[in-house]
């Protein structure tokens, strides 16, 4: 079970995957409801944090750059930003 | 449950381009200025606007305010008030050129002067030819307008409380407005903000449609706040909607689309424009567009299982041609539709974009209120600006790169009137109304309670199909009073709504509960007003107003050359004249709205 600081962890990187512009808002929309799934599935207890601090790191570009780089335009030498990236471009 | 009072002179609700706009004058007065917003300020939505802002600088050929006014009170079908839009062009230079100053990097001429390019609807001498007024910064100009902005609000000091959630207006028994009640996403707490002066700029409310091109953000929260305050909102049954949004996301595909050869087709594969706009075919104007698809689909020729969308067909042109002249269209089309564009259609509707209604003020960024036998009588202490409010810039129909221009004129508007007024009454606060505090408390403490209640999402969902069935783009008598009575329905689950979470620390369950209390009110307000106004205007077309030699366009001006109120009590409907007499010029007068 998570316990309240990690839900809050959660919690806050929940609220600033609420971006600008809603192509942003779907693919962080559908990211989160494929981490519930595989939740309900029993397959993780929440994101890992490497994954956590990975999505929080990637939260802090400006959202045309953040688009740019979800839609293959522009990459990251970042492998764990690469690997998150990769996730998210799943449909 | 506790809550604490924080005092100011001005808090202001929303950090996007109006409410910085605003902030910039309150706190260069020198007076102590909070903004609270839901997000980071660089991340509202203004930030999606790519168009550029309008101004008549003339820096590449001939133009002149009074030629933008003309064609502002043409694009909004002449329900536009004409003293705001006199005053809102003849500013424009003004407000861009302070926007310059600010540091924002619009795209120059060679000579060093801002670079303008033409826009649909904007034209020179009254109406004559197309004329370059939109001064843009690249294709992120929303981007770059709220970075220079939030930089000058740093500079002079303005108080961000970012990541809080504003609930209600608080207002006395005199009806004076004396700030709002707010909620801390980090910690839960409860805060007054106790102010003489209190601006809404929050934005538009996009999300009430089921397809909508505007970001999850775009709830209306000061609008369904104004709505239960008792203010009414103004005619808001004038949405406009863009043609071609992915269906099922919303997400937009430009124009540019169609402008390179794309052809909207239905499920014979007609290319149906020829039918509608033998032309212009799949060029023509936007609503026309939106209509055909709407009929098409309306008459059983919509594609997919449901037949509920329309096809957008690039596969006859060059791979090259898309990668080069369209980039973004083919990732776009893989992620939100699902389809590789090279090789088959995109699945299109009509996706709402942009509210041209609002909180009722005059072009001094006052909310107005009839009272009193006066149908604009200003609300002591209550300010609004941008796409929450409604000045009433776009009338029935808003020109491109006219939001940007209002929320720069308006957001200033809005703050020199606070300050003239803050310096006018040296008066104290006044006593804080436990009332109107106590019925926030109520609200939070009934969505901490409540069991056996409705779903959020469901709810949601429900009122979002509600409204793109019933109150589209192209409207039917009878489908709009289906919509009333079905909005009243879910009005009544949004009132049970229940969460399972009830923790305190960044809840976004509850957040999205209080976001749907506000997005309930403003999809009343759209759906009782529409199905109420009987004739056709700008954005408002219904089947049974149709073009006649009489009624030109289904517009009927000798009965509804008049703006909506609608107030949350009872669903009451008023109606106020348009203002047809600008400040300085004279009246531009009634015609037909012909491109």
Known sequence: MMDDARRARQGRLRWHCRRALLELDIVFQRFWERQEARQAEGLHDGLDEETEAALERLLELQDHDLWEMVSGRTTTNDPQLEGLIENLRRQ | MNYTVRKFDAVIVGAGGAGLRAAIQLSEAGLKTAVITKVFPTRSHTVAAQGGVAASLGNSEEDHWHWHMYDTVKGSDWLGDQDAIEYMCRKANEVVIELEHYGMPFDRLDNGRIYQRPFGGHMSNFGEKPVRRSCAAADRTGHAMLHAMYQRNVKVNTQFFVEWQALDLVRDADGDVLGVTAMEMETGEIVVFEAKATIFASGGAGRIYYSSTNAFINTGDGLGMAARAGIPLEDMEFWQFHPTGVAGAGVLITEGVRGEGGILRNSAGERFMERYAPNAKDLASRDVVSRAMTTEINEGRGCGPNKDFVLLDITHLPPETIMKRLPGIHEIALQFAGVDCLKESIPVVPTAHYQM?????????????????????????????????????????????????????????????????????????????????????????????????????????????????????????????????????????????????????????RIEALELDNQIEVAKATMISAAARLESRGAHVRDDAPDTPERPNGRDDANWLKHTLWFREGNRLDYKPVHMKPLTVDTIELKKRAY
């Open chain 2, 357 to 509: 209604g609002g909180i009722p003020t005059n072009f001094l960024g006052q909310v107005v209120v009839p009272k009193n036998g006066n149908h604009a009588e200003p609300v002591p202490g209550f300010y609004a600006a941008g796409e929450c409010a409604c000045a009433s810039v776009h009338g029935a129909n808003r020109l491109g790169t006219n939001s940007l221009l209002d929320l720069l004129v308006f957001g200033k508007s809005a703050g020199e009137t606070a300050v003239a007024d803050l310096k006018r009454s040296a008066a104290a606060h006044k006593p804080l109304p436990k009332e109107a505090i106590d019925r926030t408390l109520a609200r939070l403490d009934r969505l901490n309670r409540q069991t056996e209640g409705s779903n959020v999402d469901e709810t949601r969902l429900a009122m979002q199909r509600n409204m793109q069935k019933n109150c589209g783009v192209f409207r039917f008598k009878d489908l709009l009073k289906q919509g009333v009575e079905r909005i009243l329905e879910i009005e009544e689950r949004v009132a049970h709504t229940e969460i399972r979470d009830k923790s305190r620390v960044f809840n976004t369950a």
